[in-house]
């Protein structure tokens, strides 16, 4: 599987999480809250409409992870 965060827009990050499904494997999007509710901020809408992580501290990110990663890595 493959975590890519998307809090920073990063095209290499939209690149890995484009070509990783083509190799099987399963991507979990993260990105930062306060990013994701600013329209300015907001990731680019190719990558906004999956199912992604929002958190907003670094100790919440980690619990949601791997929570998602028991729910659908297998």
């Known amino acids: 599987f493959v975590v890519v965060d998307v809090t920073e827009q990063n095209y290499g990050a939209y690149y890995e999480a484009g070509y990783a499904p083509a190799?099987?494997?399963?991507?979990?999007?993260?990105?930062?809250k306060e990013i994701f509710d600013n329209p300015d901020t907001k990731p680019h809408f190719?990558?906004?409409q999956k199912s992604m992580i929002l958190w907003v501290t670094e100790y919440d990110l980690k619990t949601r992870l791997i929570n998602r990663i028991k729910a659908t890595v297998s």
């Open 23 to 32: 190799l099987g494997k399963e991507v979990i999007v993260c990105c930062r």
């Open 46 to 48: 190719d990558i906004a």
